[in-house]
């Protein structure tokens, strides 16, 4: 497990909305982080946020992140505060952005990731992003039980870095060498902390 950090999610959420004219739709947030993460493992060894993803009907789903874009009651002080003064519900479907975006706790790698899949992602609905998850075999591998015989499953970083037969997308058509290279580095990275910090 990689170490979570609530401020990254919740200004990463806000990034999209901004990026949307300040609301955006919950599913389709989710679904572009999804990309943003895919693509900053897959091009820097990384993860953005750190979150647990889960496989579900409409594709992977980062689950704190989730939480954090519902303004869930599990939210901790901390979290609520931050997340209301920057993000706020607007329905049971979208929330918008309250405040500037803040670049602060993100790399230039991470936000080229953010913006880079923006720009081929964000003209699709939630529901198209749903679809073009389920071409990827982080999800695929799981199209048999989902939703048929289980609501979710436990998603695995390491199966980020697999290429789907064809690439739909050049974004995340990455050098298979290079890939190699990163995917070691995100063991030794994840592994590393699970050192430090225990978890």
Same mark, same amino acid.
């Given at each position: 497990?990689?170490?979570?950090?609530?401020?990254?999610?919740?200004?990463?959420?806000?990034?999209?909305?901004?990026?949307?004219?300040?609301?955006?739709?919950?599913?389709?947030?989710?679904?572009?982080?999804?990309?943003?993460?895919?693509?900053?493992?897959r091009t820097h060894g990384l993860t953005i946020v750190n979150d647990d993803f889960y496989a579900m009907k409409y594709g992977p789903v980062p689950s704190f992140t989730k939480d954090?874009?519902?303004?869930? /009651?599990? #939210?901790?002080?901390?979290?609520?505060?931050?997340? *209301?003064?920057?993000?706020?519900?607007? @329905?049971? =479907? !979208?929330?918008?952005? /309250?405040? #500037?975006?803040?670049?602060?706790?993100?790399?230039? *790698?991470?936000?080229?990731?953010?913006? @880079?899949? =923006? !720009?081929?992602?964000?003209?699709?609905?939630?529901?198209?992003?749903?679809?073009?998850?389920?071409?990827?075999?982080?999800?695929?591998?799981?199209?048999?039980?989902?939703?048929?015989?289980?609501?979710?499953?436990?998603?695995?970083?390491?199966?980020?870095?697999?290429?789907?037969?064809?690439?739909?997308?050049?974004?995340?058509?990455?050098?298979?060498?290079?890939?190699?290279f990163l995917k070691d580095y995100f063991i030794e990275q994840t592994t590393f902390n699970k050192a430090i910090y225990n978890v």
């Amino acid at each position: 497990m990689l170490v979570f950090k609530f401020q990254k999610s919740i200004q990463l959420l806000n990034f999209f909305a901004r990026l949307e004219g300040g609301t955006i739709n919950k599913l389709k947030a989710l679904k572009l982080m999804w990309a943003a993460e895919r693509l900053h493992l897959r091009t820097h060894g990384l993860t953005i946020v750190n979150d647990d993803f889960y496989a579900m009907k409409y594709g992977p789903v980062p689950s704190f992140t989730k939480d954090m874009a519902e303004g869930c /009651n599990s #939210l901790s002080e901390e979290e609520a505060a931050y997340r *209301n003064d920057n993000i706020q519900t607007v @329905s049971d =479907y !979208s929330f918008k952005s /309250n405040e #500037l975006f803040d670049d602060s706790y993100f790399s230039a *790698n991470a936000i080229n990731s953010m913006e @880079s899949s =923006y !720009s081929i992602f964000g003209q699709y609905d939630g529901f198209e992003l749903a679809d073009i998850t389920h071409l990827y075999p982080e999800w695929s591998k799981f199209s048999h039980v989902i939703p048929q015989i289980i609501s979710r499953a436990d998603m695995d970083y390491i199966d980020f870095f697999n290429d789907p037969k064809e690439h739909p997308f050049k974004i995340f058509q990455q050098d298979p060498d290079s890939l190699i290279f990163l995917k070691d580095y995100f063991i030794e990275q994840t592994t590393f902390n699970k050192a430090i910090y225990n978890v």
